[in-house]
């Protein structure tokens, strides 16, 4: 009888394990509308905060910060012992500093808020993923902020500072002096320290082309020749025509490059092992 009864038991259909529900499955396409809304309002909401926050301390901020690099006696240039001469800057137009103050305070406030801003980015995406999804992505959104902030700090204390002083000691007469505008200046600063912070995203550029399977490690070693040619090139883009300044910046990007590769690879190993079974696709 006992195994009769255990026989039945055994006989029976397992119950199903639901599927978990996402939170975006019960919201409409103008409910995402509305929640995309909202998190780019936050994320603005913390650029305009990095704006307040660069207003308060405007005086430490342009000073120290911004004009450090103008100055001989800036920290990089000590370290490195560069022959360094400040800067001859001047107003050539009479709503110049107005506009230069504003701009730079704007640009300011963007690189103190965008952490968060990628972040409500994250927060938009988070409630389509599964629990193992959103610890994966986490990391990926503090790469991209950390490649960003280390770029701009990148820009900031390695291009910058040989770039200006190469332009303001580069003379094409005894005759001509160098007295630099305020807002080519700040003009140039700016795009030196975002173009690097961007530039630096080049290995999460690599994770998201390698997941979706459009790059894989042999195509980027296979263009890997390419590939540093075009880094000099950008290089000799953004920097001064300087030997120095160039290879100060094409390294890290070949580096960067090199690194991409590794990143490639892993991901790529991780994909073919989740679609094939193995790290390495059929034959």
Known sequence: ????????????????AEIPKLKTD???????????RWRLIKGLLAVVGGVVIAFIFSDY??????????YADFFVYRFVGIDAVDLVLQNRRLPGQFFTFWGTLLISGFIIGSPFFIYQLWKFVEPAMHANEKS??????????????FGVAFGYMVLTPFAIQFFAQFTISDAVRNDIDINAYFSSLTMWVLACGIIFQLPMVSYTLSKIGLVT????????????VICFLLSAFITPPDPVSQFLIAIPLILLYQ??????????????KEIWGSETPPV
């Open 1 to 16: 009888m006992a195994d009769t009864a255990q026989r039945k038991i055994m006989d029976r259909d397992l119950p199903k």
């Open 26 to 36: 019960e919201m409409a396409f103008l409910d995402h509308l509305e929640e995309l």
């Open 61 to 70: 901020l342009i000073d120290v910060v911004l004009l450090g690099p103008a």
């Open 136 to 149: 994966k992505t986490r990391f990926t959104v503090f790469m991209i902020i950390g490649l960003f902030l």
């Open 217 to 228: 490690p042999e195509l980027m070693r296979q263009y890997r020749k390419v590939a540093i």
């Open 259 to 272: 690194f991409s590769i590794y990143v490639s690879k892993v991901v790529t190993r991780k994909r073919n």
